[in-house]
Every structure is written in structure tokens, then in C-alpha cells.
């Protein structure tokens, strides 16, 4: 047999093992593969979800100094008195609150950065990662996102926005303010240019708010400049209603204060910043945003009479008046008059923020909970395989069906549901595979909704089909902090699938290394 000859073989027979591999992964990838189908529905007649959001963190500021029902004290035993405003009781009486929210870490930094990723373990290497923040969640529905913030300002915190103006000193006395701007796939350039030509406006103007000898009114004006380039990026986006967004602010001067002039001056200018959020809140109002008002971490003071206080160093670190912090949210959707009577943490407000918009998914290496902060919460149903779903609510009455799958196409089958707009209650979900080859242990469960709710229907697989249908290399598990990007979970292919991929590779090596001898032969 020629060269020519045994080539020609050789060739004809690898065309055929990979026209076979072709047919049988389309035969099988519908039965086999990692479902993405999803069905997606707002039971409320009226969404009036809104499309954007105001994240503002008050650096410092303590929610021992805000809410009546907390009692703190100095380091001598002083009882820790209230800032007095109109504003942010108006605020949080319209909207929903938590007095007794802790933090992981005291410190500015570590702060910012559990805020935006929702780990308790979070700092600025951790935010520089991909899909590792809220913005880079919101980013992937669509939002655009952009920052003023004068502490945070960390370069990794830096990358997650559109277009941001911050403080390069962080300083009072000696501002330098910049805008930075990052370039997004997908982004809408026309609407990024604007905001960044009204913030390097605002940018110039930043001296006035500033220049006065009156150091009150000084850290007052520092805050109030954020502020004010908050409203005026605000009023760019009143010419985009369809366009979604997120705005974080950051302002420092409450922190300054209570570490450089003492504890009287620390209430003064809370008492300020409440005045001065007026046109912000206004803003918020009138075109349907949420409104998120938080802290990084709290302040504690030695004594009245002393002219700095603290929340790092270990005389103050373990003070409940610098651990506790303030969560307030305002809008649409969100309980009126409400103070959740349980603990929480500051890890839970970026998967609650993402839920406000009625998204499943939060950031990354997310491990807070979701607070039951919406009047009516969603939930998020995902199955191995296709299934129809049937969802009721149980009250006193009985069952009364709230949605069913069948009712659309008794043919059309999803892998993924989200319901929104559900009532706060108690519900009994039914469910029923499309494929026979898949049997579950259960096909029903009752749950209580009181915030967004993930459903796994693979926790109620038989065993033996459980270890068909999952890996314990899943790349969706990101509980750990690490990139699992690589080639193989890319594929999303199932076990049979990438067994015999690997067979038809194995197989044309062993046909390699005989075209090989043969020839040897010849």
C-alpha cells in the first residue's frame, strides 16, 4: 500500500469519528447539556420597578447617632446623643430600615470594599476581580454606572464605573478632585460623555464649597459638593428614563470630623449633610430611583469633651457605636414604615440591592443573605432539566394558584423561572420533569417568602441522577475566591458528553500512532 493510499484511509477514517461525534452530541446535548432555557414573568399588572438606583455611604457615620432605639455610650460611660434632622427620618419612615447592622472590619477601606461584593472578607484585591461587585452585576443587565466618592477611592474600586470624580488626598483642607473614565463594551458613549462633562464641570467649582474659614461650614461644603454633583448627574439621566444605572457616593467628611474635631462637631455636621441631602432625596423621589443610605463604619468617642474620636485602633474597634452602621432604602416596591427587628450584616446589602431590581444573581463572591426589604419579592426556580412548575399560595382558605407553567403551552418547558411580584406568604411549589430518564424524590415543597428565594430542584434529585447531572467542579460554585474560568466548564457540556469527546481523541491518537507504524512498515 502506497503512502498516498494509507493517507487518504487515515483521513476518511478521522472524517468519519468526527461526523460521528458531531451527530451524537446533537442528539444527546438536548437531553444532556447544562439547561439555559428560562421563562421570566412580573405577576404585578404595573411593574413600577425602578430602573436606578442612588448607593450613597456616609464614611463614619454610626447608626448610634442616628436611631432612637439604640443607647450608646463614650469610653466613660456618657450617654451617646442623637443627631437631630427632617430629612433622614423622613427617609426612613417612608422606606425600610435596619438600626442593628454590624460590620465585619471597622477600617474605610475593607468597608467600601464588603459593600460593593457582598463577602465579609473583602478588600481591594478582591474588588478587582470580574462579575466581583454590584456594578459589574448591574453592568451585565444593562446599567451604567458611575461614582463620586471622595474616600474608597481605591484603583481596583476605581475600574468598576463608567465614569467617576473622586478625591486623590481625601482632604478637607487640600482637595485635588479628578474624573476618571473606563471604557465598557456595550455602554452608551453619548450618555457616559455627558455625565463626565457635568462632572469635570462640577469638578472646577469644588473650591467654593470649601472656602470658608468657619470649619463647620467647611466639612459641610465638602459633603454637600458630592451631593450636589450627584443631583446634577441625576438631572442628565432624567433625559434617559429607559436607561438603568447605579450612582455611588461616597462622602468623608462625617469621618473627618469625628477623628479631628470631637464629638460635638461629629453630630453638627450629621445634622448638616441630613439638610443638605433634601435635593438628593427630591430627586430620588420624583423619578422613581431607589435610594440606599448606608455607612463603611461607625465612630466612638472616648468623651464628649475630647476632640477626636475613632472606629480602627484597638481602644475603639470592638465599641458597639463603631461596629453598628445604618441601612435605610427608599422606593418603589420597598416597605413603607418598616424596622426589620432582626440583626444583619454589611455583607447582606449588595445581594439586597441586586434583589431590589428583581435580578437572581449576586455579585460573585457574594455571601450575605437578602433582606427582606420588598413588598413583593421574586422567586427564582432553577432545575437540572425542564420541568413545568405549578405555584400556590396557602392562606386560611386553602391553596389559591398563583402561576402555571402550563397555562402558556402545555409543550413549552423552562430549566429557569423567575417570578416576581409575589406577596409576602407562605407557598406550596409542584413540579413535574418533561423527561422520563429523570425521576426526583420529591415533587413538591412548601416555603415561607419573605425576601427573594432560590429554589435548587437539583437538592431533590434521586441520587443516582444527581451524580449524572452535577459535578463537584461546577463552575457555578463560586464560594470560594478564585477565578474558575477555563476551558473545559466553557464548554458546558455534561459527563457523557465530555466522555466521549475525549473517547474520539483518544481514538484518533491510536489511529495516529497506526498510520505512523504502517507507514514505518512500508
Known sequence: MTFKTSLKKYVKLMVAFVLFFIFITATFSETFASPSDSFSIHLDEFDSTPNGAVYLIVDGMGSYYLFPELKGNTLEGESVQKA????????????????????????????????????????????????????????????????????????????????????????????????????????????????????????????????????????????????????????????????????VISVGAVDSTGHYRGYYAYLEVIEKLDFDLAKLYEKCRRNNLFFLITADHGMSFEAQSKKSGGHSSAKFSKTKEALFIPFIVYGNNVLKNTVYSSSASQEDIAPTLISLFNLPNAPRFSKGNVLPAKEKPSL??????????????????????????????????????????????????????????????????????????????????????????????????????????????????????????????????????????????E
Open 84 to 247: 437631630s434632622g427632617l430629612i433622614l427620618p423622613q427617609i426612613y419612615e417612608n422606606g425600610f430600615r435596619i438600626s442593628e447592622m454590624t460590620v465585619p472590619v471597622p477600617m474605610t477601606e475593607r468597608g467600601h470594599s464588603v459593600l460593593v461584593t457582598g463577602n465579609p472578607s473583602a478588600d481591594s484585591e478582591m474588588v478587582g476581580y470580574s462579575d466581583s461587585t454590584v456594578m459589574d452585576t448591574l453592568r451585565s443587565e444593562g446599567f451604567l454606572c458611575f461614582g463620586v466618592m471622595q474616600r474608597g477611592d481605591f484603583e481596583s474600586m476605581r475600574q468598576k464605573f463608567d465614569v467617576m470624580a473622586y478625591d486623590k488626598t481625601n482632604s478637607v483642607n487640600n482637595m485635588d478632585f479628578t474624573v476618571q473614565k473606563n471604557i465598557f463594551d456595550g455602554s452608551n458613549e453619548k450618555i457616559v460623555s455627558e455625565v463626565e462633562s457635568v462632572l469635570e464641570s462640577h469638578k472646577n467649582r469644588a473650591s467654593s464649597y470649601t472656602n470658608t474659614k468657619n470649619l463647620s461650614d467647611k466639612y459641610a461644603g465638602y459633603n454637600r459638593w458630592a451631593l450636589d454633583a450627584a443631583v446634577e448627574v441625576l438631572s442628565v439621566m432624567e433625559k434617559y428614563p429607559d436607561q438603568k444605572f447605579i450612582l
Open 380 to 521: 427564582y426556580l432553577e432545575s437540572p432539566v425542564p420541568v413545568q412548575i405549578q405555584l400556590y399560595r396557602l392562606t386560611g382558605d386553602g391553596e389559591a394558584q398563583v402561576f402555571n407553567s402550563m397555562g402558556f403551552n402545555r409543550d413549552t418547558v423552562f430549566s429557569n423561572y423567575s417570578i416576581s411580584g409575589l406577596p409576602s406568604g407562605r407557598y406550596l411549589l409542584k413540579w413535574d420533569a418533561s423527561s422520563q430518564k429523570t425521576t426526583f424524590s420529591q415533587n413538591e415543597v412548601q416555603f415561607q417568602l419573605a425576601s427573594d428565594t432560590k429554589i435548587d430542584l437539583s437538592d431533590y434529585l434521586k441520587k443516582s441522577d444527581f451524580s449524572f447531572f452535577h459535578s463537584s467542579d461546577s463552575p457555578s460554585n463560586h464560594s470560594s475566591f478564585e477565578n474558575k474560568s477555563g476551558f473545559w466548564p466553557s464548554l458546558n457540556l455534561s459527563k457523557p458528553v465530555l466522555i466521549l469527546l475525549i473517547f474520539v481523541l483518544n481514538l484518533s491518537g491510536v489511529g495516529a500512532l497506526y498510520f505512523i507504524y504502517r507507514k514505518k512498515e
